[in-house]
């Protein structure tokens, strides 16, 4: 938990940590593979946690990018003619921000009126609730 009483944003860490968990058994089997020959899963054993590290590390970093950049969406619209929403997010200056967000990205994100969002890339929203 935060001091504002919201949950911690997690939405990159748990990802990347696994993504390196995973290349740390490569890592670390082509690690043993050259130090061990006759037993190279003394070399995964080093690969697991250096791997996990490393992710966990990339994760965290994505995730505090998200968490300063972090809106509120304060309104949803739909698009005449088209399966598009058009959704508005008030930053933290208070300032409104407009998104045309396609249907797919709704579905998958499910965003609500309510909601913490972030601008993940170029106006690309994601949102930062867990659902």
């Known amino acids: 938990m935060e001091k504002n009483g919201k949950k911690k944003i997690q939405k990159y860490t748990t990802l990347y940590m696994s993504t390196g968990m995973c290349l740390g058994v490569s890592g670390g089997l082509l690690y043993g593979r050259m130090l061990f020959p ?14 996990t590290c490393i992710g966990m590390a990339i994760g965290a970093a994505k995730d505090k990018r998200l968490a300063e950049n972090m809106m509120e969406i304060s309104r ?6 088209s399966p ?4 508005y997010a008030v930053d933290k ?4 921000k407009e998104y045309r967000v396609n249907e797919k990205r709704i579905k998958e994100e499910k965003f609500l009126v309510g909601d913490r969002v972030a601008e993940a890339a170029e106006g690309v929203l994601v949102s930062l609730e867990s659902k």
């Open 38 to 51: 006759d037993n190279m899963l003394l070399g995964m054993s080093f690969g697991i946690p250096i791997g």
């Open 93 to 96: 200056n208070g300032a409104e």
């Open 76 to 81: 949803m619209e739909e698009v005449k003619g």
């Open 84 to 87: 598009d929403m058009l959704i």
